[in-house]
C-alpha cells in the first residue's frame, strides 16, 4: 500500500481559536502541515495540543478560524467525511471483537464496498506487522500489538492525514520505544500521508518528526525542524523546553539516540 491510496493533502490551520465556556484553549493557531509531513504538536500538559487535533478530525467546531485539509475548507464538514484517522492514547478496540473485525468496523461504517473490505483489511494489518493476528481478540495481544491494531483500523480507511495523540504513552519504555521505530518506518512507507502527531515527550518529537510545533498556554510557540528547535531555539520557551538548555545529547547513533539520559533504541523489536 503505497501512500495508502491517499490523496495528497496536508492540513492547514488558519487562525483556528477554540474555547470552553469563554476560557481560550486555543489561540489563532496557524500552521501548515505540508502533504507527507510528520509534524509533532510538542507542549506540556493542557497547551492545547489535542483541542488543535480533535479540531483537525471535527470533534470540537472553532470559535473562529478555519481547518483546511488539502484544498478543502472542512471546518464545518462531520468527522466521518473528513477522510482521516485517528488513533488516541488508549488504543480502545472492541473487546468482544476479533482484530479482523475490529480493522473492518470503520470500512463497514463508511460504507466500502463488501468485496473490498478484506483485502484492506490484510493491506492495513500488514502494513503494522499484525496480519498474523486477524482472527485473534484484543486481549490475547500485547499492549504495544494492540496500538498497532489501532494504528491499522486508521489506515483501512486509506486516510490523507493520520491523527497520533500521545499514541505511545499507555507502552512501557520497551514497547514505546519498539513502537517508536515502527512509526519511522509506516512514514518511509506512506509517503503521501500527513501525520500530525501530540506529544509531551521531547524524546518522541525529536525523532520522529520532519518539523515540531511547540505548544504553550493556548499558542504555537514555535515552529521548525528538530535540528533548528534544538539548536536555535527561537523563544526562552522553546529553550527550555526542547532545546539544548534542556535536552543534552549525548548520542545520535545509528539504531539509538540519548538525549539528557534518556535512551532510546531504534531497533525494531517485539512490540
Ligand atoms: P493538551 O493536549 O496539551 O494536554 P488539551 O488540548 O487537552 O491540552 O487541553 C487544553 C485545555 O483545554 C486544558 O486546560 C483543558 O483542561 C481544557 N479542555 C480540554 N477539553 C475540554 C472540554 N471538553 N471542556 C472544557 N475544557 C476542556
Known amino acids: 500500500m503505497t501512500g495508502g491510496g491517499a490523496v495528497r493533502s496536508g492540513i492547514r490551520f488558519d487562525q483556528v481559536t477554540v474555547a470552553y465556556g469563554g476560557n481560550v484553549v486555543l489561540d489563532r493557531l496557524d500552521l501548515t502541515v505540508e502533504p507527507g509531513e510528520?509534524?509533532?504538536?510538542?507542549?506540556?500538559?493542557?497547551?492545547?495540543?489535542?483541542?488543535?487535533?480533535?479540531?483537525?478530525?471535527?470533534?470540537?467546531?472553532?470559535?473562529?478560524?478555519?481547518?483546511?485539509?488539502?484544498?478543502?475548507?472542512?471546518?464545518?464538514?462531520?468527522?466521518?467525511?473528513?477522510g482521516i484517522g485517528m488513533v488516541v492514547q488508549q488504543y480502545?478496540?472492541?473487546?468482544?471483537?476479533?482484530?479482523?473485525?475490529?480493522?473492518?468496523?470503520?470500512?463497514?461504517?463508511?460504507?466500502?464496498?463488501?468485496?473490498?473490505i478484506p483485502g484492506r483489511v490484510t493491506?492495513?494489518?500488514?502494513?503494522?506487522?499484525?496480519?498474523?493476528?486477524?482472527?485473534?481478540y484484543p486481549r490475547e495481544l500485547s499492549g504495544g500489538q494492540q496500538q498497532r491494531v489501532a494504528i491499522a483500523r486508521a489506515l483501512a480507511i486509506r486516510p490523507g492525514v493520520?491523527?497520533?495523540?500521545?499514541?505511545?504513552?499507555?507502552?512501557?519504555?520497551?514497547?514505546r520505544s519498539g513502537?517508536?521505530?515502527?512509526?519511522?518506518?509506516?512514514?518511509?512507507e506512506l509517503p503521501n500521508v500527513s501525520i500530525l502527531y501530540v506529544t509531551h515527550d521531547q524524546v518522541e518529537a525529536l525523532?520522529?518528526?520532519?518539523?515540531?510545533?511547540?505548544?504553550?498556554?493556548?499558542?504555537?510557540?514555535?515552529?521548525?525542524?528538530?535540528?533548528?528547535?534544538?539548536?536555535?531555539?527561537?523563544?526562552?520557551f522553546t529553550a527550555s523546553f526542547v532545546g539544548n538548555a534542556n535536552l543534552l545529547p549525548v548520542t545520535v547513533g545509528s539504531g539509538s539516540v540519548t538525549f539528557a539520559g534518556k535512551r532510546l533504541e531504534l531497533s525494531t523489536g517485539e512490540a
Do not use: W
Open 38 to 82: 510528520v509534524m509533532a504538536l510538542l507542549g506540556p500538559s493542557g497547551s492545547g495540543k489535542t483541542t488543535a487535533l480533535r479540531a483537525v478530525a471535527g470533534f470540537v467546531r472553532p470559535a473562529s478560524g478555519r481547518v483546511h485539509l488539502g484544498d478543502r475548507d472542512v471546518t464545518a464538514l462531520p468527522p466521518h467525511k473528513r
Open 92 to 116: 480502545a478496540l472492541f473487546p468482544h471483537m476479533r482484530v479482523r473485525e475490529n480493522v473492518d468496523f470503520g470500512l463497514k461504517a463508511r460504507k466500502v464496498h463488501k468485496s473490498e
Open 123 to 136: 493491506e492495513a494489518l500488514e502494513l503494522v506487522g499484525m496480519g498474523a493476528y486477524a482472527e485473534r
Open 162 to 175: 493520520l491523527l497520533l495523540d500521545e499514541p505511545l504513552s499507555a507502552l512501557d519504555a520497551r514497547l
Open 179 to 188: 513502537m517508536l521505530a515502527e512509526l519511522a518506518r509506516l512514514h518511509r
Open 207 to 236: 525523532t520522529l518528526a520532519d518539523r515540531i510545533a511547540v505548544m504553550d498556554k493556548a499558542r504555537l510557540q514555535d515552529c521548525g525542524t528538530p535540528q533548528e528547535l534544538y539548536r536555535r531555539p527561537r523563544t526562552e
